[in-house]
């Protein structure tokens, strides 16, 4: 661990350097490490480890509406009745086993995946929902396994890619229950042979209960829904699809929240106009303060269970499935969305870079 200045609040991190590729592997060399599950998480993951040299096999169903995310993983090399099985026959073989299959799918195979644990094995997740929910959900391990977690914060896509860049993506850890006294070293060996960028310590509770925040907030519900007033005012007072886009979405995603990862917020402001700048710090007051309580809400609501009480309701619904993709398809064919997809054919092509 390295002490490190979060804007005056002194935290511990864990970064490649203190905990090298060469050290998860020393701590993996003996396990059976197994992905149970090969969707978003799953997938980017193991693909990964199998690079950093972290010998991993997979559990995927086969049938029905599964079968595409076992043709993922057969189409990205993983060989079936090698390192490709069945759920269940996976979890038997894996002595460090890594849930990542739905919140909903871990309620509903944990009995299966219990009957397969073994005293002194690691059960992993990547997100708290599972055990701080365990009314909901069932899911207690029993007392002699390890129980630990590393979250990845961002999505599976971005946790291949930016490996694939050399990057990382910042992971949080914890260790739940240690019963072999290796429970730590576990955790952190993962979260750096996943590729985290630097990993930062969490509660299960803490996790969970931020993660369910941030997605139903600023980083996918509240960025959604505020986009869309926007340019639902913009469209009301006679602007152009083209106008109301750009202003709403292509400005901030090709110029603005770039300067903001560069540099901070007083950065980006720093490079708009007077104008921009005054009007923008007034109105930011306004819209914090009417979002406020909005926020403390949802907070509430995440802490008391009800969001993960609706998740775990809706997702038994038998047409579940097509109701979120018609739900989906609905925002990708609305006015704004559509807008976009010709924004984004109208954009220059970057040149070729010279080999
Ligand atoms: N998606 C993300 O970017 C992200 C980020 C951080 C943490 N997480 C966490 O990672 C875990 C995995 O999430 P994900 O987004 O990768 O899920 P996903 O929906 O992409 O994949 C889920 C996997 O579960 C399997 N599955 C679903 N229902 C099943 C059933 N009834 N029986 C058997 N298998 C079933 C699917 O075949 C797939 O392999 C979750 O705990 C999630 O909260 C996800």
């Known amino acids: 661990m390295v002490k490190i200045d979060f804007g005056g609040v002194l935290e511990d991190v864990i970064t490649r350097k203190e905990f090298t590729v060469q050290k998860a592997q020393e701590v993996l060399k003996d396990e059976v490490v197994v992905s149970l599950g090969y969707g978003i998480q799953g ?56 849930f990542l299959l739905t919140d909903a799918a871990q ?52 946790v291949r890619r930016n490996f694939v860049d050399g990057s990382g993506i910042n992971c949080s850890f914890v260790v739940h229950q240690d019963a072999t006294g290796k429970a730590m070293d576990r955790a952190k060996a993962l979260g750096i042979a996943i590729g985290g960028g630097y990993l930062f310590p969490t509660t299960f509770e803490k996790e969970v209960y931020s993660d369910l925040t941030g997605e139903r907030g600023t980083l996918m519900g509240a960025l959604a829904g505020i986009l869309e007033a926007q340019y639902n005012t913009l469209r009301a007072n006679g602007h152009s699809p083209s106008e109301a886009f750009n202003e709403t979405v292509e400005e901030l995603t090709q110029s603005l929240i770039r300067l903001v990862d560069e540099n901070d917020m007083d950065w980006m402001y720093c490079n708009c106009s007077e104008t921009a700048r005054i009007g923008a710090l007034r109105w930011k007051e306004r819209f914090r303060s009417a979002t406020q309580p909005v926020f403390d809400s949802l907070y509430e609501l995440v802490a008391a269970g009800e969001e993960t009480r609706i998740v775990l309701e809706k997702s038994k619904a038998p047409d579940y499935r097509q109701k979120l993709a018609d739900e989906l398809k609905e925002m990708g064919n609305s006015e704004m969305w559509r807008a976009g997809t010709t924004v984004r054919s109208l954009r220059p092509e970057k040149p070729k870079k010279q080999e």
């Not at 990964?48 to 076992?70: A, P, S, T």
């Open 107 to 158: 309620k509903a195979l944990w009995p299966k995946i219990k009957a397969t644990l073994k005293k002194g094995d690691a059960l992993y997740f990547s997100h708290g929902f599972s055990i701080v929910y365990k009314e909901q959900t069932g899911v207690i391990p029993p007392a002699d396994i390890d129980v630990i977690l590393v979250a990845p914060k961002g999505s599976g896509t971005s």
């Open 43 to 98: 997938q980017a993951q193991s693909l990964n480890m199998r690079d950093n040299g972290i010998k991993v096999i997979i559990g995927q169903e086969k049938e029905g509406v599964f079968k595409k995310e076992w043709d993922k993983a057969v189409a990205d090399g993983w060989v079936p009745g090698e390192n490709l099985f069945p759920l269940e026959e996976a979890a038997k073989k894996g002595t460090l086993k890594m």
